[in-house]
Structure formats: structure tokens, C-alpha cells
């Protein structure tokens, strides 16, 4: 059973950084995507940017700019680097691997941006 564990959400400042990392427990056969979600309270989860097996990335309009989501050489790390924070940043952020037709979904970490 592959289990994400997600880090490196908290209280940022408007304008400030923080730097999500996911990983997985034990090594996923047939990775396809990894990607980050957030959710934030009232509203539907969405997605804020993928990279696939192949390095290739998008982004959510939102956060164009302002994030990147790289992975480590073992694909068992997804980061999600984020500047230029804006309040409406703040929800739970969760990763999710997508490797043989099943998706893997993390606990979900909160970054909260206020001042």
C-alpha cells in the first residue's frame, strides 16, 4: 500500500514563500502524473498543477507565475514551490500520484496566508 505524505505547509506572509514536498512510501510502478490540489474551506477541491512522467507541467491560471511543482530523479518526491503568496492561496494542499489507472491521494497539508 503506497502511502503520500505531504510537509512544509503553514502561515505565510502575503507576498512570502513556502515549499510543499509529498512523499511516497515505497516505490510506484507505472507512474504517470503527479500533481497538487488544494481545497479551500467552502469551495471544491482543484487542481493547481501537474507534472507527468515525462517532466511536463501545467498550471492552474491562478497560480501561473507564482508556482512550480518539480519532482526528485526517483519520482518518489513532488514539490510544489510557491512565491508571491496571495490570501486567496489559503487552503489544504494535497498531493496526488496517478500510476496504473489508480490515484494515490495524500492527508492534505494547510497553508494559511494572512497577515
Known amino acids: 500500500q503506497v502511502r503520500l505524505v505531504e510537509s512544509g505547509g503553514g502561515l505565510a506572509q502575503p507576498g512570502g514563500s513556502l515549499r510543499l514536498s509529498c512523499v511516497a512510501s515505497a516505490n510506484i510502478f507505472g507512474f504517470s502524473r503527479m500533481s497538487w490540489y488544494r481545497q479551500a474551506p467552502g469551495k471544491q477541491r482543484e487542481l493547481v498543477a501537474d507534472?507527468?512522467?515525462?517532466?511536463?507541467?501545467t498550471y492552474a491560471d491562478s497560480v501561473k507565475g507564482r508556482f512550480t511543482i518539480s519532482r526528485d530523479g526517483a519520482k518518489k518526491m513532488v514539490n510544489l514551490q510557491m512565491q508571491n503568496l496571495k490570501p486567496e492561496d489559503t487552503a489544504i494542499y494535497y498531493c496526488?500520484?496517478?500510476?496504473?489507472?489508480?490515484?494515490?491521494w495524500g492527508q492534505g497539508t494547510q497553508v494559511t496566508v494572512s497577515s
Open positions: 496526488k500520484v496517478t500510476a496504473s489507472a489508480l490515484d494515490y
Open positions: 507534472i507527468t512522467y515525462r517532466g511536463l507541467t
